[in-house]
């Protein structure tokens, strides 16, 4: 440990000296997609020019003016804008301005974050509970077995009539939920919902993506076999005698920082609550449907889960407001809620999808938020509800308008657009988004974008998305990559027992750290700190072991940064499709989800549609003709570019609704 806190010493010094308003150029460490937005932030100075130059030659290849993006108060700076949008030859590139100013390194590349999704997901790999990390899957952060949990406690808190304090249960698997060891349902719930969206949204990413797990051998997706260890745990906290959901699992208190193996204090399961039990119900509602698709590999889960989430929601209409305090004797993370409206909210959608029976979805509508939809988080998951309906659009009953899931979503979208233009670094995020966890924050925006694109293709919302990332991966006034193992500037002390209790120098790859925190709840426990650079908001951030309000890491944090690099991986990897309509839908409403992917064209209905889906020229003839899978799926391998064609999608819905739509493409590759 000691010669990582000396590199955070030195780096923090490092940092505060960078961060005297001298001058500073702010890059994508990682990388840029070739065709696709290129945005580099300067501060500092008084030239009016940029290049981009080669890092193997260091000579410029491109050159571009500087545009003024304002004042940004979040972090006092004045800042110039640099964009090389138009450059995409593929190389190692910097910025420089001037003779004396040079940015991090970057690559211009397909699947420039291809790498990046990889370990975000991977990071839950090394944070499982039950099971040894072995050497040919976890590498040199490779540790013995911690917390078995197959002889856990019920505490007094819990009991019930069959389960009297003192019970002994059963209930390993899950994910550590951050920095400590503890395993706790609300904050898995929003983390298992994001995960499973992902690959309900981009499947044929997922679907051949390979992370190294003990798993990866099997038929089933590698993400989806990283959910189901946390899926599996959670079912283990119900109480099968009335349906009620525990809190969480955890020590008294928080141990040192030690390793799993060496934490041998008393395991709790801790107190049933409204929230943990709805947001049981929600996760497991959806699990349900979309392990549907797994049924010949993991007979019966779908219909379990479904059991299981029935059952927790009739727990919580008769519990309905059982909010949840630590009680006597329990100091762990509490995740606690006083407002249940938008659980109940998300919990009757995501039943209401997975049954379609419409009483659900009435109940959603009653505890549908007033004032519109916000960026979710452990404690507001409404707009998760929103995201389902919008992922699931063309299965639903008549009992749900989609001109206002349109009409919710956009709105969301829209107003972190225009944060997005307006913003001098060109991120959603303002002063008040910076509280613990803001990268979280940033990354849920980026998804609430991603989503919107779903059911409004515009170009901008991507581009807005892209960002984000840009923004995370070192294009923020920090100058820091905030994803481990990744990046020049990188985090590496971050709040978190393995990576800190360990005898390797570099953290845990893959984890989003908490980010600039302002409120800087952790400054007066520093005790071998020199302490935050700043009290400005995007600056108040120190990389250093004991600063768990800005360098903590959480499952719920890195769950939008995966479903994020997916996306983007997905829409942008390869390339883009710019979509004109030029007709409307003829006689019924439908609106495909159509993108580049892996050598050619994705198109993306749902299963509730089969028919045929034709690519012809601008003379209407025959390119490619494809069916639309029992998937909802159709793809063409199209490797031309810069073509243009006309689609073509004649499709029938189960319920006899016929579809005649015509889209013209422009293909950019």
């Not at 972090?75 to 190692?92: C, L, R, V």
């Not at 009335?242 to 141990?255: E, N, P, W």
């Amino acid at each position: 440990m000691s010669n990582r806190l000396s590199y955070s010493v030195l780096a923090l010094l490092i940092f505060m000296i960078s961060s005297t308003r001298g001058a500073l150029i702010h890059v994508n460490q990682l990388g840029y997609y070739p065709q696709h937005k290129k945005i580099a932030i300067v501060v500092g100075t008084t030239l009016d020019s940029f290049s981009v130059v080669a890092v193997e030659n260091n000579k410029a290849v491109f050159k571009g003016k500087l545009v003024s993006g304002g004042h940004w108060d979040a972090s006092d700076e004045n800042t110039m804008i640099a964009d090389f949008s138009e450059f995409n030859t593929e190389g190692q590139y910097k910025i420089s301005v001037g003779n004396d100013l040079s940015s991090y390194p970057f690559s211009i590349k397909p699947h420039v974050h291809l790498e990046l999704s990889k370990a975000s997901i991977k990071a839950y790999y090394f944070n499982r509970a039950s099971m040894e990390i072995e050497p040919l899957y976890g590498d040199k952060w490779a540790r013995p077995m911690g917390h078995p949990d197959n002889e856990v406690e019920i505490h007094s808190s819990a009991q019930s009539a069959n389960r009297p304090a003192g019970t002994i249960i059963s209930s390993p698997m899950g994910w550590y939920d951050a920095g400590d060891y503890g395993k706790y349902i609300v904050n898995s719930g929003i983390t298992t919902y994001t995960l499973f969206a992902a690959y309900q949204a981009f499947p044929e990413f997922y679907d051949t993506l390979k992370l190294n797990i003990p798993e990866s051998s099997n038929n089933i997706p590698d993400i989806i076999d990283e959910i189901l260890w946390n899926l599996r745990w959670m079912l283990t906290m119900q109480d099968p005698d009335d349906g009620g959901v525990y809190h969480k699992l955890t020590t008294a208190q928080f141990c040192d920082f030690i390793m799993p193996e060496e934490d041998d204090g008393t395991r709790y399961i801790v107190k049933k609550g409204t929230a943990a039990t709805l947001d049981f119900a929600a996760v497991t509602a959806q699990a349900s449907r979309i392990l549907r698709k797994f049924e010949s590999e993991i007979p019966g889960l779908a219909d379990s889960c479904l059991n299981a989430s029935m059952r927790a929601w009739e727990w919580a209409r008769k519990n309905d407001t059982v909010t949840f305090r630590n009680p006597t004797g329990i100091s762990t993370g509490e995740y606690g809620d006083r407002s249940f409206k938008d659980e109940f909210h998300w919990a009757a959608i995501e039943l209401y999808v997975a049954t379609r029976i419409d009483s659900f979805f009435t109940i959603a509508q009653k505890n549908k938020p007033s004032k519109g939809y916000g960026i979710p988080g452990w404690n507001s998951v409404n707009a998760l509800g929103l995201y389902t309906l919008v992922l699931t659009q063309d299965s639903l009953t008549s009992a749900v308008s989609k001109d206002t899931i349109k009409s919710d979503i956009t709105k969301l979208a829209d107003s972190l657009l225009v944060r997005y233009q307006n913003n001098p670094y060109r991120v959603s995020m303002t002063s008040g988004d910076f509280y613990w966890g803001s990268n979280s924050v940033a990354a849920n925006q980026a998804m609430a974008l991603v989503i919107a694109s779903r059911i409004e293709p515009k170009t901008e919302y991507t581009n807005a998305a892209n960002a984000t990332l840009d923004y995370l991966l070192g294009k923020n006034p920090t100058g820091y990559c905030y994803v481990t193992g990744m990046g020049t500037k990188k985090v590496m002390d971050i709040h978190h027992r393995p990576s800190g209790a360990d005898t390797v120098t570099d953290p845990v790859p893959g984890f989003l750290v908490g980010g600039p925190n302002p409120g800087q709840e952790d400054a007066r426990d520093f005790y071998d700190c020199p302490g935050y650079p700043s009290k400005l908001p995007a600056l108040s951030f120190v990389d250093h072991l004991e600063s768990y309000a800005s360098n903590e890491v959480a499952i719920n944090w890195n769950a939008p940064l995966v479903f994020l690099t997916g996306a983007l991986e997905s829409i942008l990897g390869n390339g883009t499709i710019n979509v004109k309509r030029t007709a409307v839908v003829k006689h019924g409403n439908l609106l495909p989800l159509i993108r580049a992917g892996k050598n050619g064209v994705f198109v993306q209905l749902s299963s509730n549609w089969r028919g045929t889906v034709t690519l012809n020229d601008l003379s209407g003839k025959v390119i490619q003709k494809c069916g639309i899978d029992t998937n909802g799926n159709a793809a063409f391998k199209v490797k031309h570019s810069n073509q243009i064609m006309i689609m073509v999608i004649d499709a029938i819905s189960k319920t006899g609704e016929k579809v005649h739509y015509l889209t013209r493409l422009n293909l950019v590759y």
